[in-house]
């Protein structure tokens, strides 16, 4: 089966590294040479189906298309010297082209060139990337069925939607062992997306001429430089419709009935069919967010649950009782919460605020912090062990990263003039001196460093705006009559936080835009070896740079808003001006919900325009002269010219927003139980707006391999870590629960109502004549004597005046021991419950051990069946003793 010439059994890396100017004819095409001149028969595309993916024969399929637009400028003579050698080395590589001249296409302005990769080709390629075949039929009985199918029925897709073609048993292509492998059909033997990501290879590692001394190479500086406009593989057919072709197999349809439509949100993915169409990567990132908001439904279930329980309560809460009580929060007078502006007020003015936090600050919320630390362990070893399956399922078990990710880089290879000898492979190789390397760290380090400074600075504007206004709304909703009906509701702390969200995440959002633009370029700077070297310093900027951005605020509310206030007559000031905050009476936890809902909610709905709205109105422009053209004058190459581009990094912002998401339900989740519920709802969303983008609004992406989420494990892994913590320090210093509980078991006098007296007992007394003028406020008119604030210090009538009582130190000492023991009890659990879950299920690892036996038994007994051969013809190499050992590794195997 083997029809290659002497030409197409080297590689293309060989040819390039081949002597200049060699003349090498490759595999007979027919083409037209050279693509800038188009072909002299004109072609009548009435007869062309618009969903034709083959070439104007009919028969060889289009695997990759270029275009470009021949506009006379100044380097068009360059433009057209780069595009004749680079199709010509396509063509030596094996590679057959077939040129659309300009006149053909729907603006009369564009070129296409449409590639074909020959069997040829394809099994050359297969071998360099070690790309797995069918061998034999999947002989495995299936699991045994689950009790509950029948309930999940409904969730179900078609079988022929979930499983599109048998399971088999597989192993690495070989050109010489061809007689191997389940070949039917030379032209489907490969799928589609194999067969674009063999001619990406050959695209991306493809010499086109010599320029200021240096080789260049690779089709993205030629799009990078304007030679070309576009490159990209085809989809296989319309979204809406099956194609017209029985040869087709329509694969983007069936995805965009059963899968990329919002009415089949409760429907399971097709993940099989999303991998055979856009490779590995892409089906193992769908296949994680799946799992995700699988997980996320049980976390949602018991915040919910939580969350009523604290609304069923709240008319038991003896806090918000005694603070909406006439004769207890009525007659407590608080001192002013700024100076010289504001007034003194009465307790019972924060009645609904302090109703409403006790949703979220109960008993419950400690209950639902611990119950958090546990789900993540949960969702991180489980997802373990759904991804080791998805390994076996989808020959990825052998998968070595560097068949693909720890390829050099092209760039690299192109910007590092300098080589040196590879200690293992002992050949030259190009490498970027340690002193250059040096420098473009300093430099990224320092735009890194000043870019996350910027966000603090930011962060601190949006604390002295809180601080600045806080007064103007205090004095707005004290003299402006409209609002006095809302006043209850709307207090100036409500107000002031609500604006300072918002306001902080227009900032969040404008610092995102500026600096994913740096991060790149930076990242880019630094000339990054591999792709996953490259992949993984950006993921790292980008994580670092995001978490700052966004997690900056929700840290400020929990950990120090509140917490650095001072008392009256020695309050403390930002920058020597402005008095710092002070919480409301029932906590900080409620401001610290506020502004989570709101920059989460926030995020999730922009996200959402970004992902959906944005690339629909480019493609609606761009098409709608399009609109107005018969369908037979609009080809299937056009139609997807005028798609937006889904780049190298697109599956990397879809992962940085679900991470970001992710720590807004485990950072913070103590502090809003409807967080998990949130992030559910939206990830519904999300799974349909990403693949209807990706199916209806996207070219097709071009197939890559992966056998995890990569570094994204280890930020989960960091941040589950981290969140235990975050949540600890919550309970304990954000909301009101130890203070509480220390005042039920130690210091409550009514055994009755052991909570009663509790709001008296947490605030401490100031006499109004120990105000300093600076402090004081203009008008007293009701002549008060004294005033409240919250704290644990002594009255002005003790020797200790002002200090800090016992009660206090007692209550920070129990801030400190919950946070050990709650972060011990939790880290326990966390490393008991993955220790006790193995990351490979038990019956994947019987599975990949009975393919490896199976694949080395059938590749002994085709070594057994040619030796024989060869001893038959008489070949005198082929002796005795040769075939007698391989028997004897065959019953070694059998064996082991």
């Not at 396509?90 to 564009?110: H, P, R």
């Not at 920059?599 to 098409?623: D, F, L, S, T």
Request: hydrophobic letters at 40%; glycine letters at 4%.
């Amino acid at each position: 089966m083997n029809r290659l010439g002497k030409k197409a059994n080297e590689t293309l890396i060989e040819m390039a590294l081949s002597a200049d100017g060699e003349e090498c004819n490759g595999p007979e095409t027919i083409s037209t040479a050279g693509s800038e001149i188009p072909s002299s028969s004109e072609i009548d595309k009435r007869h062309q189906s618009k969903d034709s993916i083959f070439f104007r024969d009919g028969v060889r399929r289009i695997d990759f298309v270029l275009s470009y637009v021949d506009d006379l400028n100044k380097e068009w003579e360059k433009k057209l010297e780069r595009r004749k050698e680079f199709e010509s080395n396509l063509q030596k590589a094996g590679l057959e082209l077939e040129t659309e001249d300009k006149k053909e296409s729907e603006d009369g302005k564009i070129f296409f060139v449409k590639i074909h990769a020959p069997w040829e080709v394809l099994i050359t390629y297969a071998e360099v990337l070690n790309i797995k075949v069918p061998i034999r039929e999947n002989d495995i009985p299936p699991m045994v069925e689950n009790p509950l199918d029948c309930v999940l029925f409904p969730l179900r897709l078609p079988e022929k939607v979930m499983h599109p073609e048998p399971d088999y048993f597989t192993a690495p292509f070989s050109k010489d062992k061809q007689e191997l492998y389940l070949i039917n059909d030379e032209s489907t033997f490969f799928s589609p997306s194999m067969r674009n990501r063999i001619v990406n290879y050959i695209l991306t590692r493809c010499p086109y001429g010599t320029e200021e001394g240096k080789k260049k190479f690779g089709i993205k500086r030629l799009l990078n430089n304007g030679t070309y406009t576009a490159a990209y593989p085809l989809h296989d057919c319309q979204y809406w419709k099956k194609a017209s072709d029985p040869n087709c197999d329509s694969e983007r349809y069936t995805l965009y009935m059963e899968w990329a439509r919002f009415l089949r949100f409760y429907k399971e993915q097709p993940l099989v069919l999303i991998r055979k169409y856009y490779g590995e990567k892409i089906g193992i990132y769908f296949a994680w967010l799946g799992f995700y908001t699988e997980m996320l439904f049980l976390a949602a279930v018991v915040g919910l649950i939580c969350f009523l329980y604290g609304l069923f309560t709240m008319d038991e809460n003896m806090s918000s009782k005694e603070i909406c009580d006439p004769a207890i929060g009525g007659e407590i007078i608080m001192c002013p919460l700024c100076d010289r502006d504001c007034e003194y007020w009465r307790l019972n003015t924060t009645c609904e605020s302090s109703q409403y936090s006790h949703l979220f600050d109960n008993v419950a919320t400690l209950f639902f912090a611990i119950f958090m630390g546990i789900w993540v362990t949960l969702f991180l070893e489980f997802w373990k062990r759904r991804q080791a399956r998805l390994k076996y399922e989808w020959d990825l078990v052998d998968f070595e990263e560097e068949q693909q990710q720890l390829q050099l880089r092209p760039e690299y290879e192109a910007k590092c003039t300098q080589k040196k000898k590879n200690p293992v492979t002992q050949e030259m190789e190009p490498y970027l001196p340690l002193t250059s390397q040096a420098v473009r760290f300093c430099i990224s380090g320092a735009t890194v460093l000043f870019w996350v400074s910027l966000i603090i600075a930011s962060m601190i504007a949006v604390i002295v705006y809180r601080l600045a206004v806080y007064a103007a709304f205090a004095s707005l909703m004290e003299n402006t009559q409209t609002l006095q009906p809302i006043s209850g509701v709307l207090t100036p702390q409500l107000a002031t936080s609500v604006t300072a969200s918002c306001l902080n995440f227009v900032i969040i959002m404008i610092l995102n835009f500026f600096y994913e633009r740096i991060a790149i370029w930076i990242t880019d700077m630094e000339i990054p070896r591999t792709h996953m070297e490259y992949e993984n310093r950006l993921t790292m900027k980008m994580f670092l740079f995001q978490f700052v951005n966004y997690y900056s605020s929700c840290f400020y509310v929990a950990f120090f808003k509140g917490k650095f206030v001072g008392y009256p007559g020695a309050y403390t000031y930002m920058f020597n001006r402005w008095r710092n905050e002070e919480c409301d009476p029932a906590g900080c936890l409620i401001e610290l919900t506020t502004q989570l809902t709101i920059v989460m909610a926030g995020k999730q709905i922009w996200g959402n325009i970004q992902e959906a709205i944005v690339p629909w109105i480019c493609n609606w422009w761009g098409r709608r002269k399009a609109r107005n053209n018969p369908e037979n004058l609009y080809s299937r190459w056009e139609q997807d010219h005028d798609l937006q581009t889904f780049g190298a990094l697109g599956l990397f912002y879809e992962y940085l927003e679900m991470v970001i998401q992710f720590g807004f339900i485990t950072l913070f989740v103590a502090s809003f139980p409807l967080a998990p519920l949130l992030a559910l709802m939206n990830n519904i969303l999300e799974i349909r707006v990403d693949s209807w983008k990706l199916t209806t609004q996207y070219r097709r992406p071009v197939a890559a391999k992966a056998h995890s989420i990569g570094v994204w494990q280890e930020i989960l892994n960091g941040m589950a870590i981290l969140s235990v913590v975050t949540n600890a320090f919550i309970v304990a210093f954000t909301s009101d629960m130890i203070p509480r509980l220390v005042y039920y078991y130690a210091y409550s006098e009514n055994e009755d109502s052991p909570m009663s007296g509790y709001i008296n007992n947490s605030l401490s007394v100031f006499l109004i004549s120990d105000f300093p003028v600076r402090n004081e406020p203009k008008e007293n008119p009701e002549n008060f004597v004294i005033c409240r604030y919250r704290d644990y210090r002594y009255p002005p009538d003790h020797e200790k005046k002002y200090l800090h009582t016992m009660q206090f130190w007692h209550i920070l000492a129990a801030k400190l021991a919950f946070i050990i023991i709650m972060e011990h009890v939790v880290f326990i659990v966390k490393f008991f419950v993955a220790w006790m879950i193995p990351d490979v299920p038990a019956d994947v690892k019987a599975k990949i051990k009975r393919e490896k036996y199976l694949t080395q038994k059938i590749l002994h007994e085709y070594e057994l069946e040619k030796l024989k051969e060869r001893l038959c013809q008489g070949d005198k190499r082929a002796t005795e003793k040769e075939f007698i050992a391989t028997e004897g590794r065959m019953e070694l195997s059998r064996a082991m």
